[in-house]
Every structure is written in C-alpha cells, then in structure tokens.
C-alpha cells in the first residue's frame, strides 16, 4: 500500500506560479512513477506529468511543457511540481498518483496509488 498526501494548491493570479508537493509513504522501496494528474469540472482527468525513480526520466503534457517542472527527492518520498506562467486552464484539482515500475505512462489505469487532490484556481 502507498498513501499520498498533495498539498501546496491555491488561488494565484494569471501568470503566477505554485508548487505542489505530494509526500508518499508505505511501500515507496523499488522503481516506481510518481505523476500529476488534473481534474476540472466538465473534463476529464488529464496527465499532467511523470517521473520515474530510475534515472529520473520525466514526461510532461504538451499543454504544461516549458511552463511545469515535476523533480522528486527519493530521500523524502516526495514529488514536486513546479507550475510557472499560469493559466486560467490550468484551474483543476491536482493529485498525485503512483505505479509500480519504471516506465511513465498517461493513462488513469496504469497509476494504481491516489491522493486526494489539492485545488488550483487560476484568476484571469
């Protein structure tokens, strides 16, 4: 079992910038993928971006490349996202998600482990 715990959400102005954490802990041993998630009203649950444990290989969304940056610190358990340039879009609830493995993928089905999710609202 791995429980996840996001926090760092908020509301912050058009062009302005969050980091939101997301602290694992129970069985975080092993090569796993840590990934963000977005979740707003009307849409369905997007992939944001990944990393891997292994070699810390990342993948982004095409929508929050060069804006988004996802490290992790393997220490702590904890995966970060560092969110530049913000949109009024990128207002959605974020929750970090976990699978066992060493391969990012962007699908909902292949992450087995949720958080509960932090809100971002983007004001224009």
């Known amino acids: 079992q791995v429980q996840l715990v996001e926090s760092g959400g908020g509301l912050v102005q058009a062009g302005g910038s969050l980091r939101l954490s997301c602290a694992a802990s129970?069985?975080?041993?092993?090569?796993?993928?840590m990934g963000w998630f977005r979740h707003a009203p009307g849409k369905e649950r997007e992939f944001v971006a990944g990393i891997s444990s292994i070699g810390g290989s990342t993948y982004y969304a095409d929508s929050v490349k060069g804006r988004f940056t996802i490290s992790r610190d393997n220490a702590k358990s904890t995966v970060y996202l560092q969110m530049n340039s913000l949109k009024p879009e990128d207002t959605a609830v974020y929750c970090c998600?976990?699978?066992?493995?060493?391969?990012?993928?962007?699908?909902?089905?292949?992450?087995?482990?949720w958080g509960q999710g932090t809100q971002v609202t983007v004001s224009s």
């Open positions: 998600a976990v699978r066992m493995g060493s391969v990012v993928v962007v699908t909902t089905t292949g992450y087995r482990y």
């Open positions: 129970g069985r975080t041993f092993g090569p796993i993928v």
